[in-house]
């Protein structure tokens, strides 16, 4: 999978996750709000981030409904390793930001690879940064969670409900 930056004005940003030659979901943040408009096959959401903390910062998603649904913290502001807490359960990424700028998404303790992404089509920003917190990548990361898990879930369900 792998993020893409598609149109960039004032008032909009937006976004594409793609799995090979097939667009799975977008993305558009608004500049002027808090909020971001999410559409893909299985449903259609509003989603809102705010950054929380002073020493230890952390991006907070929230649903159209105002309901905490999961963070993102770096372990050290600029460096290339934090974690995920999404519905209970804590997940630890590795970004490799200088290079490729791939994503790597882990069990809580870090022994299966869970998601692989690439930010490669976002990084210009994220370089020149000190916190990726200061970028859209937390957001995209969080809602790249929720979206994959959400998508599992939901084929699991099916494949238990049809035997």
Known sequence: MKWVRVHNN???ENFELWDDQIKLAGIAFSNHTRF?????????????????????VKEIIRNEYGIKMGEMEEKIP????????????KYNYVFTKNTSGELLLYDELMQNCLLKCSFKGICNGLTKTN????TRFASLLLVLC??????????????????
Do not use: P
């Open 10 to 12: 004032a008032a909009l």
């Open 78 to 89: 600029g460096g290339k390793r934090g974690y995920i807490v999404l519905d209970g359960k």
């Open 131 to 134: 916190s990726l917190l200061e």
């Open 36 to 56: 971001a408009r999410f559409v893909c096959k299985m449903s259609k959401r509003i989603f809102s981030f705010e950054k929380r903390g002073f020493l230890s």
């Open 146 to 163: 929720w979206y994959t898990f959400q998508t599992h879930s939901n084929a699991i369900t099916k494949m238990v409900s049809s035997h």
